[in-house]
């Protein structure tokens, strides 16, 4: 180990099972559980205000997180009745196919999915709407690209585990008190190419 190197602890990964992905799959319960691992711990009430929602339907969602042991209690924080939550992981993972035998849960999956690709369009069209206020090295850093292959599945598995790695290596290496650090959220996909198919 470096000298003077912060060791920062593995993030914390589930692998989500098939009562856990029936119980995320709701629109709000999904963003509770984003907004309490990227904003940190914090009270119904504080997530029903950053939400836009109120507190009752907060804090009814927070305990069905809890009950399937996707959000906690945060011990280091709170008295008396005021419940401060944090998420139980920093890292929700899962294969498609973990759920082929439950309709439910294959349901459930098929929507988080969806709201992935929802939230990146929503996230694109703030960011349309901004990138003028911020510098050119932020602008040129910022966006997306696209790159068609033509791989068989273990070399598009080989190369996912690969991006992934080079991303936990960035996130493990990440400093937020870095001067001009600035949080980024990095989508990754890929889809077969359609067209002309049966």
Not at 25 to 35: E, N, Q, S, T, Y
Not at 84 to 95: C, L, P, Y
Not at 142 to 155: E, K, N, Q, S, W
Not at 171 to 177: G, I, N, Y
Request: overall charge negative.
């Amino acid at each position: 180990m470096a000298e003077g190197k912060d060791v920062r602890p593995a993030p914390r990964v589930v692998r989500v099972d098939h009562r856990q992905v029936r119980v995320l799959a709701h629109p709000l319960r999904i963003r509770l559980l984003g907004a309490l691992r990227v904003q940190g711990s914090a009270t119904a009430t504080k997530l029903a205000e950053l939400l836009g929602t109120n507190t009752g339907a907060t804090s009814y969602h927070l305990r069905q997180l809890a009950e399937v042991g996707l959000v906690v209690e945060d011990p280091h924080r709170g008295s008396g009745r005021q419940r401060w939550w944090r998420a139980a992981h920093d890292v929700t993972n899962f294969e498609p196919t973990d759920f082929d035998d439950d309709p439910d849960a294959r349901a459930a999956i098929d929507w988080i999915q969806g709201n992935q690709v929802r939230l990146l369009g929503e996230q694109a069209e703030r960011w349309f709407a901004v990138q003028d206020e911020w510098s050119p090295a932020w602008r040129d850093a910022f966006g997306m690209g696209d790159a068609l292959l033509t791989l068989p599945v273990a070399r598009l598995q080989a190369l996912q585990a690969e991006l992934w790695q080079v991303l936990e290596r960035y996130r493990e290496d990440a400093d937020p008190a870095e001067p001009g650090a600035e949080q980024v959220q990095v989508f990754l996909a890929a889809y077969p190419l359609l067209e002309g198919k049966r």
